[in-house]
C-alpha cells in the first residue's frame, strides 16, 4: 500500500492552481458543448476547432445578421460571455504556473522531456513530492495507471489494458503530451533519434492508439530518471 506523500506547502499551493484549472477547463468545455447542442437545435453547426468556433459565433451575433431572434441573440451573448470569462482565467492561471516553474529546477528539468510542458511539469512536480518514494520508473509508471493490468492463470500471464489507476488529471497530460509528440514525429520525413523510431515502429505493430499510451508510459519512466538523477534530457540519435 502506497500512502499519500506529505507535500511542502509550495506544492500544496502549485496543486491548487491546478485544481482550480482543472475545474475551470470543464466549465469551458461545458459551456461550449452547450452552445453547440442550442446551435444545433436551431439548425446551425459550428465548425471544429476554438478559434474557428469564437469567430463563427462573433460572426452570428453581429446585429446585421438576423438569422437569430434577439432573444435567442441575447441569451447565446451570455453563454458566450461566460465562456470568454472562463478563457480568460484559464489563461491566467497557465501564466501564473509557467512563472513558478521558471522559479523551480525539478520543473525545468521535467520540461526537456518530450511531450511534457510547463503545465505538466509542475502538476507532476507538485504531485510526485519526494521521487525516493519509487524505487523505479516502472513504479511510477504503475502509479500514474500507465502500466498493463495482468491475469495470470495455470502459469499464463495475460497482459490486458493500462490499470488506469492513480491520478486522472496527471494522466490526461502525459497521454495529450504523448499524442502531440507523435504528431509531431509523423511531420518527420524519417526518424532522427532511437525514441522517434521506436514510436514509429509500434505505430506499425499495434497502432496509434497503443503507441500513445505506450509513449505515455515511457515519459513516465523518463521523468523517475531525470528526477533521481537530477539529470536533462538527453536524445540519443539513431544509427
Not at 67 to 96: D, N
Amino acid at each position: 500500500m502506497r500512502f499519500v506523500p506529505i507535500k511542502s506547502s509550495a506544492q500544496q499551493e502549485i496543486l491548487a492552481i491546478h485544481r482550480v484549472r482543472e475545474r475551470l477547463v470543464r466549465v469551458k468545455t461545458a459551456l461550449t458543448n452547450e452552445i453547440r447542442g442550442l446551435l444545433l437545435e436551431q439548425g446551425i453547426t459550428i465548425p471544429q476547432g476554438v478559434s474557428k468556433f469564437e469567430q463563427f459565433l462573433a460572426n452570428l451575433l453581429d446585429p446585421e445578421i438576423e438569422e437569430l431572434s434577439p432573444l435567442f441573440k441575447g441569451l447565446l451573448g451570455e453563454l458566450v460571455e461566460e465562456f470568454k470569462l472562463a478563457k480568460g482565467r484559464v489563461k491566467r492561471l497557465e501564466e501564473r504556473l509557467q512563472r513558478l516553474g521558471k522559479e523551480d529546477k525539478a520543473v525545468q528539468r521535467l520540461m526537456t522531456i518530450p511531450g511534457v510542458g510547463p503545465i505538466g511539469a509542475s502538476a507532476l512536480v507538485g504531485s510526485i513530492g519526494d521521487i525516493r518514494q519509487f524505487k523505479n520508473g516502472r513504479e511510477l509508471s504503475a502509479w500514474l495507471g500507465l502500466v498493463p493490468r495482468q491475469h495470470s492463470t495455470g502459469g499464463k500471464p495475460r497482459l490486458l489494458g493500462i490499470s488506469k489507476r492513480g491520478d486522472l488529471y496527471l494522466r490526461t497530460l502525459l497521454i495529450h503530451g504523448a499524442r502531440a509528440v507523435i504528431r509531431w514525429i509523423s511531420q518527420r520525413e524519417k526518424p532522427v533519434s532511437s525514441l522517434e523510431k521506436w514510436v514509429l515502429d509500434i505505430i506499425e505493430r499495434r497502432g496509434i492508439n497503443r503507441a500513445i499510451v505506450a509513449l505515455a508510459n515511457k515519459i513516465g519512466r523518463m521523468i523517475w530518471a531525470l528526477l533521481a538523477k537530477e539529470e536533462n534530457y538527453r536524445m540519443h540519435a539513431t544509427v
